[in-house]
Nanobody, 123 residues
Framework: QLVESGGGLVQAGGSLRLSCAAS????????MGWFRQAPGKEREFVAA????????YYADSVKGRFTISRDNAKNTVYLQMNSLKPEDTATYYC??????????????????WGQGTQVTVSS
């Protein structure tokens, strides 16, 4: 089970940190990711991090502004979002993939999903 928190309303240029708490004993073996979906748009990849945190991946639209990290001792993954823009407004979903899944930005390669948390950036 994945439970996101930390969403909210922020002005453009501001920051938010999303958290995703995972239950289960296999968290440390999972690749974790964040996707987002804006109204009327398809869900899109935002960021991902390998089980050891040795590698991170970002969509071009958030590179340099967002940072994904994880704390395996706390079974938690984070998404630090800085310099937020109105176009970042979306529901953000935490997701997890077992190690046998290919490492791609496709949502079909992630097996577990949270319920989502809303991020709204005002101009």
């Amino acid at each position: 089970q994945l439970v996101e928190s930390g969403g909210g309303l922020v002005q453009a240029g501001g920051s938010l940190r999303l958290s995703c708490a995972a239950s289960g004993r296999t968290f440390s073996s999972l690749r974790m990711g964040w996707f987002r979906q804006a109204p009327g748009k398809e869900r899109e990849f935002v960021a991902a991090i390998t089980w050891s945190a040795s590698s991170t991946y970002y969509a071009d639209s958030v590179k340099g502004r967002f940072t994904i990290s994880r704390d395996n001792a706390k079974n938690t993954v984070y998404l630090q979002m800085n310099s937020l823009k109105p176009e970042d407004t979306a529901t953000y979903y935490c997701t997890a993939a077992p190690p046998y899944r290919p490492n791609t930005p496709n949502d079909s390669d992630y097996d577990y999903w949270g319920q989502g948390t809303q991020v709204t950036v005002s101009s």
